[in-house]
């Protein structure tokens, strides 16, 4: 069955015919559905009794993640095999079987061929040993028919890296915008910013502008990157991820590329740190699972110190030291309750200087 065509009716009629094989001649049935994942949740639920009865033995293939758009029952019940791209050394080798072919191939015709012709069509097309095969037929025939030959079997085709690359056309980039390749290179794209690889990078926002990525997407994702991975290490890469992205707003595309890759080099090059980033995560945690602290009495605002001190809080307790009026414009004074460690520092970029300040007033009498 294919997803796009069939329907309830359809499936149970399978269903029905597969029991009937089964009752009659113990014949077990292979339910093979193509495009699975147009099957809407209601259409894919009518299998499930069916695959628990042993009924039929079932088998879908899907161009998308099956965790996300094949009902969680179902997926359950089944063992999920990731098919990866066709490498290019074996497209290659298709290639060639196709051309000696004579039944189901284009070995009725006399066809010479560059190998740097058949690399060049194994290598575009992205894995997919269909689109190669198609650009290959292309290829040949187009040249059959701006000859001199019938078509059956007297004519004599060169296939050249110009012809190749004629066939192809322009190229289709493999790249669902809500897919898994969407997912996958951005991931690559930020983890290689985090890596400090600036040229794996610089390919990854490539692939992506060219497959048709909303840029205010990757954008958003430089700014995040630029405080979760670099953070005070330069606080400078947050400046120049905003400033990418207003330039990117006045100029538009395809010059907008040009400030996206500035600003990608620059946090890609950049020294990282996640200490800020770590930090807010903690204070979090703390802040959903344990107690929540109250605001030490020194801190509050006026109103609040004179009920303080009517309900017989002490001078001492209420009072606040004004940083400006200490010398370096730090005074030793509590402002967390139990005085616990959120922010540390690490010694990459200008962040040595953070800790080395940190490290100066602990040894002033730093309080928690």
């Known amino acids: 069955l294919n997803g796009v065509e069939s329907n309830v009716a359809e499936i149970r009629k399978r269903i029905e015919m597969a029991e009937h094989m089964q009752r009659m001649r113990n014949e077990r049935t292979i339910l093979f559905i ?9 259409q894919q639920d009518v299998l499930l009794p069916h695959l628990e009865r042993g009924t039929v033995r079932f088998i879908g293939a899907t161009t998308h993640n099956p965790y996300f758009y094949v009902n969680a029952p179902l997926v359950s019940r089944s063992q999920i095999f990731e ?4 490498e290019a050394s074996c497209i290659t080798e298709l290639l060639k079987r196709a051309i000696l072919d004579k039944e189901r191939g284009l070995g ?22 269909r689109k190669a095969l198609s650009a290959l037929e292309l290829a040949i025939k187009s040249q ?27 190229r289709h980039f493999t790249y669902d915008a809500t897919g898994d390749d969407h997912y996958d290179t951005i991931s690559a794209f930020i983890k290689s910013i985090r890596g400090s690889d600036p040229d794996a990078a610089i390919y990854w926002l490539a692939k992506m502008l060219e497959a048709g990525e ?14 979760e991975d670099i953070g005070l290490a330069d606080s400078n890469a947050l400046r120049v991820a905003i400033d990418a992205q207003q330039a990117f707003e006045t100029i ?8 996206l890759a500035h600003a990608k080099v620059y946090l890609a090059t950049a020294p990282k740190s996640n200490a800020s980033y770590l930090a807010i995560n903690k204070a979090i945690h703390d802040v959903r699972n344990g107690e929540t602290l109250a605001v030490p009495k020194h801190l509050r605002t006026n109103t609040r110190k004179r009920i303080s001190q009517e309900n017989g809080a002490s001078d001492a307790e209420l009072s606040y030291k004004y940083a400006h009026d200490y010398e370096g414009g730090y005074v030793p004074q509590s402002h967390l309750p139990g005085g616990k460690t959120y922010y540390e520092p690490t010694t990459h970029g200008l962040e040595k200087r953070i800790k080395e300040r940190l490290e100066y007033w602990k040894s002033k009498g730093f309080e928690k």
Request: charged share 25%; proline share 5%.
């Open 83 to 86: 098919l990866e791209p066709i």
């Open 108 to 129: 009725a015709y006399s066809i010479s061929y560059d190998l740097e012709a058949l690399e060049l069509l194994s290598v575009q097309s992205d894995g997919d040993a």
């Open 252 to 259: 538009g595309m395809p010059e907008g590329r040009i400030p």
């Open 34 to 42: 193509d495009e699975i994942h147009r099957f809407s949740k209601s």
């Open 144 to 170: 059959l028919h701006q000859g001199d030959g019938d078509g059956n079997g007297d004519a004599s085709v060169y296939l050249s890296v110009d012809l190749a690359r004629e066939s192809l056309q322009q």
């Open 214 to 227: 909303d840029p205010r997407y990757i954008i958003r994702r430089l700014i995040i990157s630029a405080s």
